[in-house]
């Protein structure tokens, strides 16, 4: 029997759900935040905005909650290239409402996509722009929404003397290694959409703690595929495999790697390429994990949801279609 979950408003572009808290973030094309809250499990209601809030003018290109040990928060990517950071707080004994404590300005470039990473005691956003800098903050203060540092400045190549001044990006997309403890490297995958073959290619980043730097420590293109622009990039989350999972969605399809959990002497990762799965038909907007690393969701320009698992012999196919009903 189907429910009825909520009901969006008219114009909503981008969601994203909060497991949390069990919250929803809406934006719309006018600039509206809305905020839906999860029933009382014992009723049959749906959810219910408990807030809107008008961020912008313009349109909200994506909005991404903030870890949920940090606050209720969520960040928005606009039209114009800004990236604006709300929060609810209680002031001064008042209701709970939301506001804006951080907003990241560039004029020379657009923001394209953002996740948050890091562990519980250090929290980092990675920023990718439309120029192909990758930019990460560092939160300083836990309790401090509006203490973010600019700790790392740097473009997607594996060259670190290669430099690329005049780069057009029309979107990027980025994945943290899921955290389990302190003890892990900071990682992330990166990949663009750019005019500048060089950057688009996959490529993970490590976090050199000993020299307070970042590292490409392995590339996710085959030779031939080196150029191919990338739509969407998705890091499994790992419980006790000898690998890492990655999913990179390009042109030719969902690429599905096994990356190597510990650097060879020259500090780069072992990658395979393990299968590549088609059923789209366009580009591939986005991908999600569940939380075992098993099943992974693709969906994209043609409007159909799939579900992608791999068999006990490794064999990756096409588990389930989620088409809309109207």
Known sequence: MEKHMATLKSGTVCTAWNYSAQRLAAGTINGVLSIFDSPDPASSSSFSSSSS????????????????????????????????????????????????????????????????????????LVAAYSDGYVKVYELQNPLELNT????????????????????????????????????????????????IPQLNSSKVWEF????????????????????????????????????????????????????????DADGHLSVENIALLSGHQGEVWQMEWDMSGMTLASTGSDGVVRLWQSNLNGVWHEQAILEPSS
């Open 53 to 124: 809030i008008q961020v912008h003018e313009g349109s909200i290109l994506k909005v991404v909650w903030v870890p949920p040990e940090y606050g209720d928060a969520v960040a928005c990517i606009l039209d114009d290239g800004t990236l604006s950071l709300w929060e609810e707080v209680a002031e001064d004994g008042q209701s709970l409402r939301w506001k804006l404590c951080t907003l990241f300005k560039n004029a020379s470039a657009r923001v394209l996509d953002i996740q948050f990473g890091g562990s519980s005691s250090c929290l980092m």
């Open 148 to 195: 973010w540092q600019l700790q790392a400045e740097f473009q997607n190549v594996i060259d670190s003397v290669s430099k690329f001044a005049k780069v057009s990006c029309s979107s990027a997309s980025i994945s943290w290694i899921p955290q389990i403890g302190e003890s892990h490297q900071l990682s992330f995958i990166l990949g663009f959409n750019s005019d």
């Open 208 to 263: 050199d703690r000993l020299h307070q730097r970042w590292l490409p420590v392995a590339e996710l293109a085959l030779s031939e595929n080196t150029g191919d622009p990338v739509y969407a990039v998705a890091w499994a989350p790992n419980i006790g495999r000898s690998y890492e999972i990655i999913a990179v969605a390009t042109q030719k399809g969902i690429s599905m790697w096994h990356v190597g959990l510990h650097p």
